[in-house]
């Protein structure tokens, strides 16, 4: 007991209150503005930081060693006189022994000299200072120098629960905080990995932003709101804060986040967002009290201690501008609150008659005295975090259920279209919303466990609720309120002391008047909050799975291609592409008009003939149907010989959109929209990625309930995953579009505008290195940028004709405070690869030691030399012996195999290309069929089949034995393009509906 005590002493010494009010601190000495200013890799930074410390971490062992230190307790011998009278005279030679009350010391003084090197987790194991006895952090230091980022000079431990106002070394119990349990899958997602490596975090990092502090640790709520490690959370917190983009994290700081991948890594950032514009509405909540004067002490610290903004509206509430006076407030007005207090401190003195005011409205009788005294109770009651603790403990273990029905207000409006209807009066409005109440039939009697709701039937129900066809509430049962009056009483509020029985009677009261008009509608509240923001995130996160899965189908290159936007009264447009995507020919066809099939179809030959094109890619809207019957029939009579043609239905979703947006004028001014709209169904086969990025997200028709979610959520996760799959892909610089660079990490539009200026003016790019001459890239985007940027010889050929845009030679941008470096305009066959610039030092060190050159790149003679090497000597001894990281070396070892052009995107499907068609009356119970996920929704998966009706997989079939186990984790699940086999369960012809089993994917 003695050594914990003397532990527990020594960590209160550790960190100022300064420190534990804002755990990152204040920028140190404008280390910002140096990372800003000029970045310069050096991968071998963070060893020459942990061999600078090696010389203070010796001094850790040195007081024990010293005689004189134990002389120091010799007040302790003095009490020893007592027992002189018995020969122990000869003890005074074990005087050394005195020292292991001084064992626990030197330990103790190691620990205040560097807090921060604790191992994280060791507080959350029990192991405290012990640990560092034993010698765990020597294990530590030796993993910090393999690290190949510069690392900063502290970090938040994960096991470092500091309280923020006291300073004190104190384990705290997670909060309820009314959460749903979150999958274990999710709460897993790093910890299981331990490749992960702890790095400091530096204190110098302010989470919330100068002049915002709240009364909790940012990094330790934000991993138990997310699941992720709290060192994790820390490095991530950092690493945003420094404007490092998602993409560059994933890549090429593995290490630092746990191998986290990039749906985990928004979700993180998400979160961290949400606590952060959490401190910023409290601070503003705060100015605004103050400057109304009503700000106290209390006050300011319950808003500080909220977590939630639910939590902060239920407290800010009665003190807003324009809002009622609340009861409490007028009765502590009242001068009625030093009752209230001594109610509870010391009922017997409390003389309640005392306090009545003939005359005094609020005060002229006992019954308003007492009332104001309840009031003032329930109030406090309800703000008390132990009890809402216990109420939401309470709800947690019980039946709460979520029940809707139709309101009177869609009823009344139904009985009125009915009325209208018998008297043959049309009313479009009343014939919408009788539809509308026939949409949600499944909600008009609803129920269901609070635990148990799925996402879809959140949403369904609050598109319910908002069109006011649906009335909601949360059901708690009666017993709660029995159980919670009874703790109340006898436990949280119990009087210290004999209370008369009018004065329990005024606490009882007071109890149920909290529970009924405070407490449930918070935590009715508190659910439907949790239920529409998990249900909005899930539904995001499906938006994002499919995005990904349409913008990296894999392209069909190398093949003329001709785009049909199908069509009745206004005839099908054309649009014949070459295999890089030029327009080689435009035209309007009218294959369904009568009489001018015959004409129209030898009109297609002769096109087909003339551009040798045998591919087509009609569009899935109006007249689809009859025109794959068209071409079905054509290709069936072999209309095209010699020509072997094929064809392929794709998605048009935001086709039209696109046609006549500022994106399509520029670049095709002289077309008509509906033939742009050909162009763009014929691109989306060639290069899905580079047309696609062209279109909103949310109209390319892949995702549900988008307009009922959170639009920030949604454009953060869509704008996300585009330029996560932009990067990854890569780009060429001298040939791809403005639209498509900007979704590069790093690049905005603006950026992307002037990269394609300094294109036009001095031509081609010849080397990565160039990019930092572009105006308005500075460091930190140009680190950002450069490993998804590619430099490929056959479009970095220099134009050297006279008056040609490489007459005039770039001139190097002037450093701030430094002579400008020049800059080579040689060709570097590195920057075709995913290696970043920041390692190209190690990657010509792993040549020479493979005995390769970069001559070789992609070469079938280098990677077997490479491979040879990483199997003769290990991946990470070869690492080691290079001074970087396995990982980084793993890049490398990428870039210098993979081929020339090397594209991931060929790992995933191509779009089915049919030569004949089958109808829906073709279909039967039992038949099994091949096709492909089309979209994916909250409540199953979409399959087209090829009948021209869509088949649904309810999530029901959907289990994860039938799932690939590459697939099973859920940014992997299925999506749209996966080719899947599947069996027809029911086929209902009368509402086209077809109900499909899932036997398994198909690779």
């Known amino acids: 007991m003695m050594r914990r005590a003397k532990t527990t002493k020594v960590y209160t ?16 000495d404008g280390s910002d503005d140096t990372a800003d200013d000029s970045w310069n890799p050096e991968p071998n930074v963070s060893k020459k930081k942990s061999v600078a410390r090696k010389p203070a971490k010796p001094k850790v062992p040195k007081p024990p060693k010293e005689p004189k230190p134990p002389k120091e307790p010799k007040p302790k011998k003095e009490p020893k006189p007592k027992r002189e009278p018995k020969p122990k005279a000869e003890r005074k030679p074990r005087a050394p022994r005195v020292p292991k009350g001084k064992a626990k010391e030197p330990p103790a003084v190691a620990s205040a000299a560097e807090p921060e090197t ?16 034993d010698g765990l952090l020597d294990p530590f230091r030796v993993k910090e120098e393999r690290l190949s980022f510069p690392m900063p000079n502290s970090c938040l431990p994960s096991g470092s629960n500091i309280t923020s106002s006291s300073g004190l070394m ?84 593995k290490e630092m986040i746990n191998y986290m991948d990039a749906d985990t890594l928004r979700e993180v950032q998400l979160a961290l967002e949400e606590l952060c514009g959490l401190a910023k509405k409290c601070q503003s909540v705060i100015q605004t009290l103050k400057k109304d004067g009503v700000l106290t002490s209390e006050l300011e ?79 406090k009651i309800a703000k008390d975090t132990d009890t809402l603790n216990q109420m939401r403990s309470m709800c947690d273990n019980s039946p709460v259920l979520l029940q809707s029905s139709v309101s009177k207000t869609a009823l009344k409006e139904k009985e009125q279209q009915q009325q209208h209807q018998q008297q043959h009066q049309k009313g ?170 015959n004409n129209e179809a030898g009109k297609l030959r002769h096109l087909m003939l003339k551009y040798s094109c045998q591919t087509v890619v009609i569009g899935n809207g109006t ?93 953060a996760g869509l704008d996300g995953t585009v330029q996560e799959c932009v990067s990854f892909v890569g780009v060429d610089i001298n040939c791809c579009s403005e639209t498509l660079m900007r979704h590069v990490a790093g690049l905005n539009a603006g950026r992307a505008k002037s990269i394609v200026e300094w294109r036009e003016k001095f031509g081609p790019f010849q080397n990565r290195q160039q990019l930092t001459q572009v105006k308005g890239l500075g460091p930190k985007s140009y680190q950002q940028c450069a490993g998804f940027i590619r430099i490929n010889p056959e479009t970095a050929v220099k134009q050297h004709s006279e008056g040609g845009p490489s007459a005039d030679k770039p001139v190097a941008k002037k450093g701030k405070g430094k002579a400008s470096q020049p800059i080579s305009d040689q060709l570097n066959p590195l920057d075709q690869t995913c290696i970043h610039p920041e390692s190209y030092d190690i990657a010509m060190k792993f040549l020479s030691v493979v005995g390769g050159s970069v001559s070789q790149l992609g070469q079938v003679e280098l990677r077997q030399r490479v491979e040879g090497c990483v199997r003769e000597r290990g991946l990470e001894t070869l690492a080691k012996s290079l001074d970087t990281t396995p990982d980084t ?67 029901r079939y959907l289990s994860a034995a039938k799932l690939p186990e590459d697939q099973r984790r859920r940014s992997l699940a299925l999506g749209p393009g996966e080719r899947v086999e599947v069996k027809v369960l029911e086929v209902d012809h009368h509402r086209r509906r077809i109900t499909l089993d899932l036997l398994r994917v198909l690779r």
Request: hydrophobic share 35%; charged share 25%.
């Open 13 to 28: 010494e550790v960190p100022s209150d300064d420190e534990e009010e804002n755990p990152q601190g204040d920028a140190e």
């Open 118 to 133: 604790q191992v994280p987790g060791a507080a959350e194991d029990g192991v405290g200072a012990s640990s560092e006895r």
């Open 170 to 253: 104190k384990k705290e119990e997670p909060e309820d905080d009314f959460t749903f349990e979150e999958p274990a899958a999710k709460k897993q997602r790093t910890s299981t990995d331990s490749q992960g490596r702890p790095v400091r975090q530096p204190r110098s990092v302010d989470i919330f932003g100068e002049g915002q502090h709240m009364n909790w640790d940012p990094i330790q709520v934000l991993a138990q709101r997310t699941g992720v490690e709290q060192w994790v959370c820390g490095n991530i917190a950092r690493l945003l804060r420094e404007e490092n983009t998602i993409p560059f994290l994933v890549r090429y700081r």
């Open 301 to 379: 610290g319950s808003l500080k201690n909220c977590r939630t903004p639910d939590e902060l509206d239920h407290v800010y509430s009665p003190y807003k501008k324009g809002s009622k006076l609340s009861k409490a407030r007028r009765a502590k007005e009242l001068g009625l609150e030093p009752a209230a207090l001594t109610l509870l401190q010391s009922p017997q003195t409390l003389n309640l008659h005392a306090y009545v005011k003939p005359g005094t409205e609020g005060l002229s009788t006992y019954e308003e005295v007492a009332t104001g005294v309840e009031q003032i109770l329930a109030d």
């Open 428 to 597: 479009a409005d009343h014939k919408n919303k009788g539809k509308d109440i026939d949409k949600f039939q499944l909600y008009s009697n609803f129920s269901c466990n609070i635990h148990r709701v799925q996402s879809h039937q959140t949403l369904a129900i609050n598109r319910g609720e908002n069109l006011k066809i649906l009335t909601v509430k949360v059901t708690i049962p009666d017993r709660i309120k029995t159980d919670f009056s009874r703790w109340c009483v006898n436990v949280r509020w119990r009087p210290q002391g004999f209370a008369r029985p009018e004065l329990m009677k005024v606490l009882h009261d007071a109890v149920e008047d909290s529970y009924k008009r405070l407490i449930v509608p918070l935590i009715s509240r508190g659910y439907r909050s949790k239920l529409t923001t998990a249900a909005e995130k899930e539904s995001v996160a499906m938006f994002v799975r499919n995005l990904r899965r349409c913008l990296l189908t894999c392209p069909v290159r190398g093949r003329p291609i001709m785009g049909v936007d199908p069509g009745y009264r206004h005839g099908c447009k054309l649009a014949i592409l070459s295999s890089v995507g030029q327009i080689l020919h435009t035209d309007v066809v009218y294959l369904h008009s009568s009489g001018a099939k």
């Open 623 to 715: 007249a689809c149907r009859e025109t794959e019957a068209f071409f079905a029939d054509l290709i069936k009579q072999r209309f095209f010989q010699p020509l072997d043609v094929s064809y392929c239905i794709t998605n048009e979703a935001g086709a039209s959109i696109y046609s006549v947006s500022a994106e399509a004028v520029k670049e095709m001014p002289d077309l008509d929209p509906n033939i742009r709209s050909a162009v763009s169904i014929g691109r989306r086969v060639q290069d899905p990625l580079a047309e696609l990025v062209k279109i909103d997200p949310k109209h390319i028709g892949i995702g549900t309930y988008q307009h009922d979610v959170s639009q920030p959520l949604l454009r």
């Open 889 to 955: 070396l793993q890049l490398i070892v990428d870039g210098l195999t993979q081929p020339p052009g090397f594209d991931f995107r060929q790992d995933f499907g191509q779009p089915d290309f049919k030569r004949g068609i089958v109808s829906m009356s073709d279909l039967h119970a039992g038949a099994v069929l091949t096709g492909r996920v089309s979209n994916m929704a909250l409540f199953g998966a979409f399959v087209d089949v090829g009948v021209g009706q869509n088949g649904l997989i309810p999530n």
